[in-house]
């Protein structure tokens, strides 16, 4: 039976959080740790937590320095994994519903493909608006796709402890501000795939992803999801990030003539970033977006 830490990054979840951990710690034909660390929260989120430790399973790390963001609290958390104790390591929101099966699944792909990362598709859903949307994210991959953007969200993503631990060294000399502003799915996907590492995208939906106005980013599927993301794009955001993901993921001389076009980032730079769009994203009609916002200067 496949051992896996599954870590939990919690921060103003009191509503949500029970019913995500009882979801976790029924997951069907796995053995699960779940590791819980809350981020400083400031309505009762901390102290629903304390209600799992007596759990023989559940661990919370007791840490008050506040990391500012999802991501650090990730990281901060994989950095305290004993990762020769677990074959993987998967990421789970706060406020999500886990298929039984999520983690059964995930480890039999791993297998069936020799793969290291796992990602998968997702059920948006809002109990306010009554709505849900099937969220596909298992497109192709690209030759630079993991430059421009993460495999799904990150609470889909299951890692074999190999990749963890590549992962935790990469990130050993990163503090906690260094992750403000930053995505560690994308930085996780990034790392496995510019070593090279196999990776498998499921089209199975086995996360039920809660939308609500606490969501740091959110499916960002409506026309106001939309306006944040031109808005990101347009303030420097996602060119940031492009640059700092290829600094950290170890990328070399296999990624260094498109991380110089996008430093540079003249206009002919971004003549050429167009000619070798269709690499950048895993989706067509966001390779076209992509071309626009290369081709008026709003990268």
Request: glycine share 6%; hydrophobic share 40%; charged share 25%.
């Amino acid at each position: 039976m496949a051992k896996i830490a599954v870590l939990l990054a919690a921060y103003n979840g009191e509503p949500f959080i029970v019913s995500q951990v009882n979801s976790i710690l029924s997951q069907l034909d796995v053995d699960v740790d779940l590791y819980i660390r809350d981020d400083g929260s400031t309505d009762k989120t901390a102290d629903v937590i304390q209600s799992f430790a007596s759990l023989i399973n559940v661990t919370i790390i007791e840490d008050d320095a506040s990391t500012r963001s999802a991501a650090g609290n990730f990281f901060k958390i994989l950095s305290q994994i004993e990762m020769e104790n677990y074959d993987y390591v998967a990421f789970a929101d706060q406020d999500d519903i886990w298929d039984p099966e999520k983690l059964k699944r995930a480890h039999a792909k791993i297998v069936e493909g020799d793969h290291e990362g796992y990602s998968a598709d997702l059920i948006a859903y809002s109990n306010s608006k009554g709505h849900a949307q099937y969220l596909k994210k298992s497109y192709p991959a690209k030759d630079f796709d993991y430059l421009f953007q993460g495999a799904s969200a990150g609470c889909t993503y299951v890692m074999t402890s190999k990749l963890a631990a590549l992962v935790v060294r990469y990130t050993a000399n990163l503090q906690s501000a260094d992750f403000i502003g930053r995505s560690h799915d994308w930085l996780v996907y990034a790392i496995a795939r510019a070593n090279q590492m196999s990776w498998c995208y499921d089209a199975y939906a086995p996360i039920f992803y809660r939308q609500h106005a606490s969501n740091v980013y959110g499916a960002m599927t409506t026309l106001g999801g939309l306006l944040e993301k031109i808005k990101l794009v347009r303030g420097g955001w996602y060119r940031s990030n492009v640059l700092w993901i290829a600094e950290h993921c170890g990328a070399g001389d296999r990624e260094k003539d498109v991380i110089e076009l996008v430093k540079r980032n003249s206009f002919l730079d971004r003549l050429k970033l167009i000619g070798r769009v269709g690499s950048f994203r895993r989706k067509t009609s966001e390779c076209r977006v992509l071309s626009v916002f290369f081709f008026f200067g709003l990268f």
